[in-house]
């Protein structure tokens, strides 16, 4: 891979160890996927927050780097194992809530921006159409590189860091034209509604194509939140970071020869395979995490009734802090629904103590199963709300 001076530099050690072992690991990549050279990047989403997955041998990697790394372009962090404020209303053990807390002083002491979500584009980090960005965290890649227009591969923690403390990130996968092509056309003949039928809709396509590009026919509009919901899910069940939709995603693609299609039956056949015959006893909305229509939304549903069973509304920060200003927060929590910044269900060490979740992400349901060891039932929110509050 050819390096300028400035990148010789950075991987010599010039600019001290947290660059140079970056460089090292960037590098490192590159050569491994025949990158030509490496490119700047606009901004950066890190994954591996939570001190359940990092455990001390990942703490200790961060607090070494932290002695002299400073990221160099905008930074934001994916969901903690908790909430940074409000873990002990979570039931999060003190000391997780210790471990997990120097975890983030490393990141803030780092530069990183402290604000634990996945969806980073409703918080500030969204560069211009067309930036490249080193994003880890698979619902937020494939929203980036489908919906915003952004270019970034599927980021592993430890990569993404990397390209924070240098700026840089090897130039290959997403980041080039020839590989963002739709390789498989997807007819959808079925009726695209709500948020749980794109959700359903990812988990039938990532089944069926894997993580090929795929050119999506047939759906006349998707709002925001469906679209989130619809790339957490194929790239939860497939592994793909890019599709397109045509007449509402941005980017320009050929074609592709090769079809499938998606029925009404397929839709609800993946509806029925992410229920289980179970009792709820956690129900968890907002995987993603919501935008503020959604706040407004489920507050408009809970306004007056009481929740009965533990209910997390999980959500960035500052889209909480937008929606406390709207009065959202304070209805949400009177009902005695558990609002959940910085984490979620999934990151959270809350694996044993409940047994069946319910849940209206489709993503939610595949680790809700796979970490957490939970039964899941998966719902449209008013379903959800109408249940936890009879
Ligand atoms: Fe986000 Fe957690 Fe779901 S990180 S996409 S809320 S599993």
């Not at 397109?244 to 029925?272: C, F, L, W, Y």
């Not at 500052?318 to 009902?335: M, N």
Request: charged share 25%; glycine share 10%; hydrophobic share 40%.
């Amino acid at each position: 891979m050819k390096l300028t001076n400035e990148e010789r530099d950075m991987l010599n050690g010039r600019n001290g160890n947290a660059v140079r072992q970056s460089m090292e690991i960037l590098v490192s990549l590159g050569e491994i996927f025949g990158a030509k050279r490496l490119i700047d990047v606009a901004s950066v989403q890190i994954a591996g927050v939570s001190y359940h997955n990092l455990g001390d041998a990942g703490l200790n990697y961060l607090a070494d780097l932290a002695k002299d790394g400073k990221v160099k372009v905008l930074t934001t962090l994916n969901p903690a194992g908790m909430d940074m404020e409000n873990w002990k209303v979570l039931g999060i053990p003190a000391d997780f809530a210790e471990k997990q807390i120097a975890v983030i002083d490393a990141f803030k002491k780092m530069g990183v921006t402290a604000t634990c979500t996945c969806t980073p584009y409703f918080v500030g980090n969204s560069p211009g159409f067309g930036s490249h960005v080193a994003w880890a965290e698979s619902s937020a890649v494939c929203y980036a590189n489908s919906v915003l227009g952004l270019k970034t591969n599927r980021e592993g923690g430890p990569s993404a860091l990397a390209s924070a403390l240098t700026g840089k990130t090897p130039e290959f996968g997403m980041h080039l034209e020839e590989n963002r092509q739709a390789q498989v056309a997807v007819n959808v003949n079925a009726k695209m509604e709500t948020v749980t039928d794109f959700g359903a809709l990812g988990h039938v396509i990532g089944n069926k194509i894997g993580n090929k590009v795929s050119y999506i026919r047939g759906i006349e509009k998707a709002s925001t939140e469906q679209l989130k919901s619809f790339c957490a899910s194929i790239a939860t069940y497939g592994g793909a970071a890019l599709f397109h939709m045509e007449g509402i995603t941005p980017n320009r693609t050929s074609i592709p020869q090769e079809s499938i299609s998606v029925s009404q039956k397929d839709i609800d056949d993946a509806k029925k395979e992410m229920n289980d015959n179970g009792e709820p006893d956690i129900y968890s909305i907002g995987c993603p995490h919501l935008s503020l229509k959604e706040m407004g939304e489920i507050a408009g549903m809970l306004k007056g009734r009481t929740v009965k069973k533990e209910m997390w509304i999980c959500v960035a920060r500052p889209v909480k802090e937008d929606a406390d200003k709207k009065g959202y927060v304070k209805t949400i929590e009177d009902s005695g629904a558990k609002i959940a910044c910085d984490t979620c269900m999934v990151v959270a060490p809350i694996k044993g103590r409940f047994k069946c979740l319910a849940t209206d992400s489709a993503k939610g349901c595949f680790y809700g199963r796979g970490k957490n060891k939970f039964k899941v039932i998966f719902r449209e929110i008013p379903q959800l709300i109408e249940e936890a509050t009879a």
